[in-house]
């Protein structure tokens, strides 16, 4: 059963660095061109700007399968929850647009303001679930293996018990 959990570890990784970069593209593109903004909206342009970029770094080093990759699910919950964060921030500034229901993610493939904003905001909710997934999958992988290695330890033969052979 490890095998599927690194499996499916690394397949969530994968997913976490698309769309981390994905967001990262989209929220850059507006940052560069809009520079006569005010403070406040460019401050949280920037906040989802440096989770995306923690996230692909952090991405691409938990990516390498190794053991202490699934211990690191307290990061992923952490993340997830910047990205439900940032989330919250683009759905907040999408009410200033005229660009119809948050959840109407139809026209994302249009190449407009409207579409590329709804994208970002698709794909910050995606990386959110996705991370929380990631996390999940590293707790069950933390607990599991804590159960597994606790019932090696009851059932051995302490010092003074007696053996039954």
């Known amino acids: 059963m490890p095998v599927v959990s690194r499996l499916v570890s690394i397949v969530l990784r994968v997913v976490e660095i698309i769309c981390g970069a994905i967001v990262a593209g989209i929220?850059?593109?507006?940052?560069?061109?809009?520079?006569?903004?005010?403070?406040?909206?460019?401050?949280?342009?920037?906040?989802?700007?440096?989770?995306?970029?923690?996230?692909?770094?952090?991405?691409?080093?938990?990516?390498?399968?190794?053991?202490?990759?699934?211990?690191?699910?307290?990061?992923?919950?952490?993340?997830?929850?910047?990205?439900?964060?940032a989330f919250g921030i683009l759905v907040d500034a999408i009410h200033k647009f005229n660009c119809g229901s948050v959840w109407g993610w139809g026209n994302i493939t249009h190449n407009d303001s409207c579409g590329r904003w709804k994208a970002a905001e698709a794909f910050s909710f995606i990386s959110a679930c996705v991370w929380l997934v990631s996390g999940l999958v590293g707790l069950w992988f933390t607990?599991?293996?804590?159960?597994?290695?606790?019932?090696?330890?009851?059932?051995?033969?302490?010092?003074?018990?007696?053996?039954?052979?």
């Open 27 to 85: 929220i850059g593109y507006y940052l560069g061109s809009l520079n006569d903004l005010e403070a406040w909206p460019q401050a949280r342009w920037i906040y989802t700007e440096v989770i995306a970029g923690v996230s692909i770094l952090l991405g691409l080093i938990w990516l390498i399968p190794f053991s202490f990759s699934f211990f690191s699910w307290p990061f992923d919950i952490v993340i997830s929850l910047a990205w439900f964060a």
């Open 143 to 165: 607990f599991r293996v804590r159960g597994t290695a606790s019932d090696r330890v009851s059932n051995r033969r302490g010092l003074f018990k007696r053996s039954a052979v």
